[in-house]
Each structure stands twice: as C-alpha cells, then as structure tokens.
C-alpha cells in the first residue's frame, strides 16, 4: 500500500476533485460562512493524493500563478486554496504532504517571489506550523460586482525570495 500524489492541470483534474471538494465544501451549514458567496478563481494545477487503502481521492490541494501587485509593484506569486482532506481520512499527514508537494511546485517556478492563501481562524495554527506568515496588510481582488476589499480569509505567506508582512495586495483578478 503507498500513498499515490499526482499533479495535474487544473481544468482537466476537475471532475476527479469535484467530488471531494463537493462533500468537504457543502453548502448546507445552518449558518452560511462569510465567504459563501465569494466567487474563486480556478486552480492551474491540483495536486490530487489518493488513499492508500484504494478508496480514492482523500486529499486536494489547488495550486494558482498570478501576477499580483504589492504596494503598487507587480509580483509574481504562486496561490495555495481549496486545501481539503476527505473527513474520514483526516489526521493522518494526508494534507501535509499534499502541500508540500504544492509548496516544491510553486517554488520550482523561478518567477514566483512568495506564495499567498487565504484560511479562516480555525485553520491559523496548522498553516503557520508549516511555515505559514499572518500577512496584516490589505488584500483587494476582482468580483463580478468590481474590486472589493477581500476580508472572507485571512491571508498568509509562505516566503520564497520576499517576505512580505504588511502593505497593499491587489490579487489582479478572483481570489483562491
Ligand atoms: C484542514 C484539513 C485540510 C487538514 O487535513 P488533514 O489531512 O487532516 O491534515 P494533516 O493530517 O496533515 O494534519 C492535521 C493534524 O493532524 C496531525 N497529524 C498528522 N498526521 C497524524 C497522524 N498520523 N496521527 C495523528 N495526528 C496526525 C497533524 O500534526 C495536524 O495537527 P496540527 O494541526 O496540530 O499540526 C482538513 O481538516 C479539512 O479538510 N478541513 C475542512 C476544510 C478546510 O478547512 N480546509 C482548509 C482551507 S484553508
């Protein structure tokens, strides 16, 4: 039994992620998060962790590439979201290994300065145990309604060749 990770595009990956990210994502809490109604950009890549009992996907992580602003300057930056583990697969270092492998592919891209995602509160400490920093600045990104102040998450950053802490972010299109 081992643990199989493929990364694969984004698109043609959707139909083996749907599922998952349906099941880990549905929309039928009896209070609707902050971001329900955010609309997201799609992931250039997945990385896709099948169970090693033959069960099937049990983890996903979605990988983005956009050149973003940072106080007024063009970035290139690599995005992690969509990080989701199958509820009966969890604890067992499936989505940590899972973002490692996003982490190594991001980073094998020369351009990409530093990687951003976006998490709720409950999720601060798993990120910032793998290397995740608090970004305290403002994160601005496009909606079909225009730009808005992006506030549903809290930013973080994993730094490859900048660090950066605070300032303005403009994600230059849907948040992921
Ligand atoms: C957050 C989430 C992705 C974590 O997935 P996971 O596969 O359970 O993550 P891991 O197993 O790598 O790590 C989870 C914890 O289990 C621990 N763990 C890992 N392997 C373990 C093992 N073999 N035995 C016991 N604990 C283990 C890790 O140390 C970690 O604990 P920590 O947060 O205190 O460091 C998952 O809970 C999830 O899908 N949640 C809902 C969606 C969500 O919130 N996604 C994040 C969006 S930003």
């Known amino acids: ?3 199989e990770i493929d990364i694969l595009n984004g698109d043609a990956s959707w139909k ?5 990210l349906q099941a880990v994502w549905s929309p039928d809490a009896a209070e609707k998060p902050v971001w329900a109604d ?3 950009a799609h992931a250039d890549l997945r990385v896709l962790l099948d169970a090693p009992d033959d069960s099937g996907l049990a983890c996903h992580v979605g990988i983005y590439f956009r050149t973003i602003t940072w106080n007024g ?10 990080v989701s583990t ?16 996003a982490v190594h592919t991001i980073r094998a891209n020369d351009a990409v300065k530093f990687a951003i995602l976006f998490c709720e509160p409950h999720n601060f400490a798993f990120y ?19 730009q808005i102040r992006f ?10 060749v900048r660090a950066p802490r605070q ?3 403009d994600l230059c299109g849907l948040p992921w």
């Open 86 to 101: 199958r509820a009966d697969c969890r604890r067992r270092g499936y989505a940590s290994l899972a973002l490692d492998a």
């Open 151 to 160: 506030e549903a998450m809290a930013p973080f950053v994993n730094d490859i």
């Open 167 to 169: 300032g303005k972010i």
């Open 128 to 146: 910032q145990a793998r290397g995740w920093h608090p970004f305290s600045g403002e994160v601005y990104c496009e909606q079909p309604s225009g």
């Open 1 to 3: 039994m081992s643990i």
């Open 16 to 20: 083996r992620a749907e599922p998952l």
């Open 38 to 40: 955010i609309k997201w």
């Open 73 to 82: 300057h063009k970035v290139h930056v690599g995005g992690i979201g969509g």
